[in-house]
């Protein structure tokens, strides 16, 4: 089925190890997007992507790394978890710039960091 | 300063009952975009409305309606005869020119409807 996909949905890893949360389109959207959603913060952006190979940081980026070498991949990677990244992420793609238009989102990735 | 502002965390009614969401939001563009957002239990996140700044007339879609007011900055969502699928934890979201259009989400009310 077209969608957007995200992997894993759950993951239990330790402080300082490498993650990487993967994301996947069938729709040939130009732009996607990864937020993380903590309670009392609805959702922040991390990282953004018009298209492939152009990346853009979002309101918290720090300690995340995203890469973006076909339009429909987006991964996320945190190349050192820390116990304050625990959080569930969301990948999303659109089709406008922006948010002007509707956003797409995955099922979400709930990252747990010991 | 909370630039999209859901003052109710948690809002909790019978069945049947009709429940309004509030959504204040600020900024300083004449040009803006407001969106509600559903997240059911399940986790995935639905888009529900988008509505211009240019554009203050109310919409009704069957049970759901949105209440745009510029005045007061608002953009207000009422689910009339509620249902217990209506259970869901809902955001109001605001995209502007001043923040390259990026969507600043507001904290969510998380909307328990008891049977």
């Known amino acids: 089925d077209a969608g957007i996909t995200q992997s894993p949905r759950y993951k239990i890893t330790e402080t300082g190890r490498q993650v990487t949360l993967m994301c996947h389109q069938t729709w040939s959207h130009s732009y996607m997007f990864w937020y993380r959603q903590d309670l009392g913060h609805g959702l922040r952006l991390i990282y953004y992507s018009a298209a492939a190979d152009i990346t853009d940081k979002g309101e918290v980026p720090d300690g995340y790394v995203v890469s973006r070498s076909k339009t429909e991949n987006f991964p996320l990677t945190l190349e050192s978890a820390t116990r304050s990244q625990t959080s569930v992420y969301f990948c999303?793609?659109?089709?406008?710039?922006?948010?002007?238009?509707?956003?797409?989102f995955g099922e979400g990735s709930r990252l747990t960091v010991l | 300063a909370q630039k999209v502002t859901q003052a109710q965390t948690e809002i909790s009614v019978v069945e049947k009952e009709d429940v309004t969401l509030d959504c204040v939001y600020e900024?300083?563009?004449?040009?803006?975009?407001l969106f509600w957002y559903k997240q059911p239990p399940s986790g995935e996140l639905v888009f529900l409305i988008r509505r211009n700044s240019f554009d203050e007339q109310n919409e009704i879609s069957g049970r759901y309606s949105w209440n745009f007011q510029k005045s007061t900055s608002s953009f207000n969502f009422t689910i009339t005869a509620s249902q217990v699928v209506d259970s869901a934890v809902y955001f109001c979201a605001l995209s502007e020119a001043y923040s390259n259009y990026q969507l600043i989400w507001g904290a969510g009310t998380k909307l328990i409807i008891k049977p």
């Open positions: 999303a793609s659109s089709v406008s710039g922006g948010a002007v238009g509707e956003l797409f």
């Open positions: 900024t300083r563009d004449t040009t803006y975009y």
